[in-house]
């Protein structure tokens, strides 16, 4: 089965994690502007902010402000109301910086949350899921429970090391996920074939069974991605002809010829771990 959806039609949505361990290798970057790229190409796709507690999806794609996310996870609002509307035709669920109550899910509001995905996943293609840096339940389950994975990474050996960790742990988890690898920030093109080279050797070395596919890179261009952060306007849509949007789109081509690795489950079982 081809990766490729029919654009608009009505169907459960693919749903991709974006993870990779470290915090601070560019998740939230690639998730928006990923995100942002498959918009573009005629599919419907939302954005869930995974990282609760520390939310920046919604400034990327300037929503400045999500008063309801609170009530929603107390129960007070539906889902279809704490969906927001980001530049770029992507929509958002997003936290958002109102921490007060956000500091600890417990299991009713997991539950919620996860119930609340799988009631709108026929609204979209893609559900692109930002996760959290770090291995604990909740990021686990999202990423074991998604159809497909993407992770990134940068070539530093601390971002590299918590790569590993990470598909050591989903591995144990769940067999057969392809994990599609994304090595952003580099400064050569060759770059991403070595850094890959490298996490496949060590995958192996530690003895590891996972399938791992490089699905592209993202080349190093601090200055424009902080002026696309700070305008609030995605990097793809700020700087259409430009090397790094053209990674973008290279990703994105690569990313809908994979397979479908579909889960079977929704997401309120997947959540709590009863998938
Ligand atoms: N390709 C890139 N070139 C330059 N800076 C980048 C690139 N990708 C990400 N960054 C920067 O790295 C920082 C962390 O990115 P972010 O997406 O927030 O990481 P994460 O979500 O993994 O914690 C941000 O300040 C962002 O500007
Ligand atoms: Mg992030």
Sequence with gaps: MSGELVPRKKRRAQVVAVSGGKGGVGKTFFSVNFAVELSKRGYRVLIFDGDINLSNVNILLHINDTPEFKRFLTGEKPVEEIILKGVGGVDVISAGNDIDALLSLNEEMIARISDALSIIEDRYDFIIVD?????????????????????????????????YKVIKVISGRRKGLLYEIVVNRVTMADLAGIVFQKIKNTVQKFNIKSNLKLIGYIFDDPKRVLESIQKQVPFVILHENNPVTECFKIITDNFLAGKIQKRGVSFLSMLLGRG
Excluded: K, P, W
């Design 131 to 163: 996760t959290q840096a770090g291995i604990n339940e909740f990021n686990i389950n999202l990423i074991t429970n998604a159809d497909r994975a993407v992770m990134i990474t940068n070539q530093e050996i601390t971002s590299l090391v918590d790569l």
